[in-house]
């Protein structure tokens, strides 16, 4: 790169220390940096309208071509307050513009000179008025005039300024970081077209080709970033697994594994055999089988004699994950535990001191498991469930257990692989993209608050035909809000609606067994109606809840009402899910139609992604997902795809980064990966 660009901002004529310190908080702190620096809209001033076509209490602003007739005497209305006013005309019409402390600008004007006027029309038919607009020299070159994010100490005409001066330091021999070769593929212009142009494009067109440059070059480094850190740190593994036929662990099963189970468990098991140690991510919509898959893993484990683990987040979601693995591993000889915060003193000391001795071959539990008195015997296989839901370091404490242990992950949040590959880093992923035989899409309606008695009816319906279902509320307790709580919800309607039927209340901070017994209680049938918390959302699996209502719908996120519904329908009977919300503003119409409209998890989440952007998506905190400068990920997906298959190409052919026309790329990459935030 030209070093000039590297050199701070101050370099620039104009741009003292005080300015310095404005620029820094938007982030700019070089030359390069401010041509990085983009706008966020555009002026189009090429086509200007007549004044006499223009109507007061027109919503758009328009631009006008005209020329300064007469300025009016400035008037002082108060200390730092000017008035200054000026006739324009384009011999169409004529229009009174008013400046308010601009006497800077209101004294460079000439009378009788050409102007372009930005801005909307105000006053009457009679007496047409413009109050502050953008005003331009009429022998500007600038046609499409580029408007900046601000900050306080910014204003728009000076950003212009220093964009220019900071442009007429680029040569016509200026290099550029991206290689010609990879240019000429994606047919993308060079570098000092793309920022001449998103500040001061020729056309929209123009303007539109310099975007996609930046917006690659910005994914690609990024891609480029994560396949480098994947060639180069790949790890030997202790636990080179041996081939063990699957057919008995499939055998057992009351169903057939679907060829996406299949394929999963064939991805981890090439993975585990070749001598690398694994880390993939096994990605899922709501109900198609990722638990046994992680147990299907957990079985290869033991037939070579080693240990293996499962962490959930909750430990409702632990204990259903050891009566799974207990009912398919047990039948092998595998010995599988329970570790969690509710077990008692003594169980919890056996049960670690058979984890410690290798007595049990696989462990299930929550966050206790990367306690520090928790020690494994020969641990060769971490599983995590829900894995968004614990930190980094947790994860990387849990594999600590073990000699660079094989590392499974598992979501049921469905995102498209692209975002995956960036959300997950250097994990390999895998998508079971398809439900067990006999699941029935869970048909949806979202209804206000006028139809609850008819939804209670129909709930009845359901349990009098010897069904089970669900009522979720998005708070616990009252509260000032209008919505409803789940303690009260369940209290009036034990006493009202639901009188004659047996309701169980659940929500996070029920204690452990309190909590454990209503769960128990409700798969063995002797509870009808389940109210309860977001805590249901992953792993309360009972195949005769069919019905479920959610209220308050609006206050849930699509991808958490998808992880909800999917609590219904799980034996294969036909079932139904009631969003109730008397929230009818168009983004919430949308969201509710988007989540009724299909079943597919994926495209749920894609709408999701899409009306929230990715910060909300997954959360603002450790959700991985770099703050692009100018690529949105929610609209350039198709770049961000190009990006990922070129990087992983060019390190597939030069993994160093070592070979001439690389350098720049290679430089890039490392500034990268020592800022390490951006990159989880």
């Not at 067994?513 to 309360?540: I, W």
Request: charged share 25%.
């Amino acid at each position: 790169m030209d070093g000039r660009l590297e050199r701070e901002i101050t370099y620039l004529k104009g741009v003292g220390p005080k300015k310095a310190e404005i620029f820094k908080k938007v982030g700019v702190e070089t030359v390069y940096d401010l041509l990085q620096y983009c706008p966020r809209d555009y002026i189009d001033l090429s086509e200007p309208t007549e004044l006499a076509k223009l109507r007061p209490g027109d919503e758009e602003p328009a631009a006008v071509r005209v020329r300064l007739v007469k300025k009016l005497p400035a008037a002082y209305v108060r200390k730092g307050l000017t008035i200054s006013k000026a006739v324009f005309t384009d011999d169409t019409a004529d229009v009174t513009v008013t400046l308010y402390n601009q006497e800077y600008t209101f004294g460079n004007m000439k009378e009788d000179r050409q102007y372009v006027l930005y801005g909307k029309v105000t006053g009457s038919l009679l007496r047409a008025e413009m109050s502050s607009p953008m005003i331009f020299p009429g022998d500007s070159e600038d046609l499409i005039v580029p408007v900046y994010p601000l900050t306080e100490g910014l204003n728009q005409n000076f950003l212009r300024k220093e964009v220019k001066a900071a442009l007429d330091l680029l040569g016509d021999d200026s290099p550029d970081i991206m290689p010609q070769y990879l240019l000429d593929e994606i047919k993308l212009p060079s570098l000092k077209y793309a920022w001449e142009n998103v500040h001061f494009p020729r056309s929209v067109y123009s303007a539109v080709e310099a975007r996609r440059r930046l917006i690659f070059d910005e994914f690609f480094i990024y891609s480029l970033a994560i396949a480098y850190r994947r060639s180069t740190s790949d790890e030997l593994s202790d636990y080179v697994m041996k081939r063990h036929s699957m057919k008995p662990f499939k055998e057992i099963l009351p169903f057939s594994m679907t060829q996406a189970q299949m394929n999963a468990c064939a991805d981890c098991g090439f993975d585990m055999m070749s001598g690398r140690r694994m880390n993939r991510l096994i990605q899922g919509d709501v109900g198609s089988g990722k638990t046994v898959v992680a147990a299907c893993m957990a079985y290869f484990t033991f037939k070579n004699g080693y240990q293996s683990c499962l962490m959930a987040p909750t430990e409702i979601l632990a204990s259903q994950h050891y009566e799974t693995f207990k009912k398919y591993l047990e039948p092998f000889g595998a010995r599988v535990c329970l570790l969690s915060g509710g077990l008692r003193p003594k169980q919890k000391k056996e049960t670690l001191a058979g984890i410690a001795d290798g007595s049990y071959d696989v462990a299930v539990g929550t966050h206790a498991l990367f306690y520090d008195d928790v020690q494994f015997k020969d641990l060769a296989l971490v599983i995590t469930d829900e894995q968004h839901r614990f930190g980094v370091e947790q994860r990387k404490k849990l594999s600590a257990k073990g000699r660079r242990p094989h590392t499974i992950v598992m979501s049921a949040t469905p995102i498209p692989r692209t975002l995956a590959l960036m959300l997950y880093g250097d994990l390999s992923v895998s998508v079971i993209n398809e439900l067990p035989a006999g699941r029935k899409p869970v048909q949806t309606y979202a209804v206000s608050g006028k139809m609850r008695e008819r939804a209670y009816g129909f709930v009845k319906k359901q349990l009098d035909a010897g069904h089970q279902g669900f009522i979720v509320c998005p708070a616990v307790e009252e509260s000032e809000l209008d919505i409803k709580d789940a303690k009260s919800y369940y209290e009036e309607l034990s006493r009202g609606a639901f009188a004659g039927y047996r309701l169980g209340l659940l929500y996070g901070k029920l204690p452990a067994a309190d909590k454990q017994a209503v769960m128990d209680a409700f798969k063995e049938g002797a509870l009808d109606l389940l109210v309860a918390t977001t805590v249901v959302e992953v792993g309360v699996d009972v195949p005769n809840a069919t019905i479920m209502i959610v209220e308050n719908a609006d206050r849930f996120g699509l991808s958490q009402l998808h992880q909800l519904r999917g609590r219904v329908g799980r034996g294969g009977d036909e079932a139904f899910c009631v969003l109730i919300t008397d929230n009818t503003s168009p983004e919430n119409v949308k969201r509710m139609k988007a989540i009724s409209g299909t079943n597919d998890g994926f495209k749920v989440a894609e709408e999701d992604l899409r009306l929230r952007g990715p910060g909300d998506f997954f959360g603002t905190q450790q959700h991985g997902l770099p703050a692009f400068k100018i690529a949105d990920l929610t609209r350039d997906i198709p770049l961000l795809e190009k990006a990922q298959k070129l990087s992983a190409e060019v390190i597939e052919q030069d993994p160093k980064l070592t070979r001439g026309r690389n350098r720049d790329l290679s430089r890039m990459v490392q500034e990268l990966l020592r800022r390490g935030s951006e990159i989880s």
